[in-house]
């Protein structure tokens, strides 16, 4: 219902979104308004930014219960936000709420929104264990990146992103760190990180909350390091 100017790429199951809001901006309801997404199956991960404000980074990802998280925060999620209007993408549509963040008419706002693609990346959720033996998350291919995100209502708004990949970490365990919330972005904690596997990505020990923490609910996105649907050796 809202124009909106898009890059997609259906393929990678990535597009760009740049919109101007038409909602009141002012009560946290469902405004019966959307933006086209350009993909061709419901978005899993939809990550939002007012451009001409100071507001936050709403997020939607599927795995979770309705609500909404925040990129630049360590929130946990919001189940009464109606930011994304309680309501999930369709194939077509993200919808969204009445809130300055998300929908303020005369505001412009840009849009990332991913979907999963069989080989290229993978995104789900998981409970952490705490210990060193943790779970392993099986993706189908070896990651190039993974962010986590605990969004339990348990982590008591303690826990942040956290983004790992193999180009910092070349070897396991990778516990070099970017977290999105942070103005000094980088961390480094030794032996609270994950093991990078060639189909997945392995649980460490966590007491910090990072990625395993004992009953915590986190959320996954995960791109591959060779992104094919079927591999062959000649």
Known sequence: TIASTLRASPESGFSIVTYSGGGSGSANSDSGMSFAHGLNSSP???????????????????????????????????????????????????????????????????????????????????????????????????????????????????????VRDTSRDTFNEASKVIAFQNDDPTLDNSHTGIDILSNGFKLKADTNGQSNYNGWDYIYYAVAENPFKTARAR
């Open 44 to 162: 899993d991960f939809v990550i939002v930014k007012k451009r001409n404000g100071a507001n936050g980074w709403p997020v939607y990802h599927s795995s979770t219960p309705l609500g909404a998280l925040n990129i630049n925060s360590l929130t946990s999620l919001d189940t009464g936000s109606y930011l994304f209007a309680q309501r999930r993408p369709s194939d077509s549509v993200v919808y969204l709420g009445n809130n300055p963040e998300i929908n303020a008419s005369g505001s412009t706002y840009v849009a990332y929104c991913f979907s999963q693609i069989l080989g290229y990346s993978a995104t789900g959720k998981y409970t952490g264990t705490g210990n060193d033996s943790g779970r392993f998350i099986y993706t189908g291919f070896r990651p190039r990146l993974i962010i986590t995100k605990a969004y339990s209502s348990n982590s008591n708004n303690n826990s942040g992103w956290n």
